[in-house]
């Protein structure tokens, strides 16, 4: 099978099961009590420069939170994020819920190095449910919310990891 067939078959099995799921829902928003959309897998993670580091971390934590799974973000930060990350996936499991959200708008505002230290802001906007772990299904509806936030980050070896995140909200959550 060629390359290009083998990634459009990929892609197809990645996109169809959230196709079905959304014609079965009739296309509309996902309220409580639904059962879960299959979880997004990030892609490829990447490194190499403080905002692909960033777009990385955001996806692996969002995967992380979504599976509730802290070590799935692991290798996108530093253990000093690493713990906040790890503090609210377990907060949310003692509540007996996940929550599944996704970036909708990302902009970047200021990119700045020095060294092995780097300063990334962002103006980001996000939906995001939750859902019960015990019942695989949403317990909320889906809300959105805005953000400036500001990433240092560390460089070592393996590339560029987020080591803290000062997120400020623009709105009041819808």
């Given amino acids: 099978m060629t390359t290009r067939r083998w990634r459009a078959l990929r892609c197809l099995s990645l996109v169809l099961p959230l196709l079905v799921a959304s014609l079965l829902a009739g296309c509309g928003p996902r309220t ?3 059962k879960l959309a299959p979880p997004v897998v990030p892609e490829k993670a990447d490194f190499r420069a403080p905002e692909a ?4 971390y955001l996806d692996y934590t969002s995967f992380a939170y979504r599976m509730a799974n802290s070590d799935l973000a692991s290798r996108a930060a530093t253990p000093y994020e690493g713990v906040r990350v790890d503090s609210y ?3 949310n499991r003692q509540q007996d819920q996940g929550i599944e959200q996704q970036l909708v708008k990302f902009t970047k505002r200021s990119e700045s190095e020095e060294g092995t230290r780097a300063l990334f802001a962002a103006s980001e ?4 449910r939750y859902f019960s772990l015990s019942k695989s299904e949403y317990t909320s509806p889906m809300y959105t919310a805005s953000y400036e936030a500001t990433y240092t980050l560390v460089r ?7 080591d803290k995140v000062d997120a400020r ?3 009041p959550v819808k």
Wanted: charged share 20%; no cysteine.
């Fill in 89 to 91: 996936v377990e907060l």
């Fill in 156 to 162: 070592d070896a393996a590339g560029w990891l987020v």
């Fill in 169 to 171: 909200p623009l709105a």
């Fill in 32 to 34: 409580s009590g639904t």
């Fill in 125 to 128: 906007e996000w939906r995001y």
């Fill in 53 to 56: 580091a960033v777009r990385t």
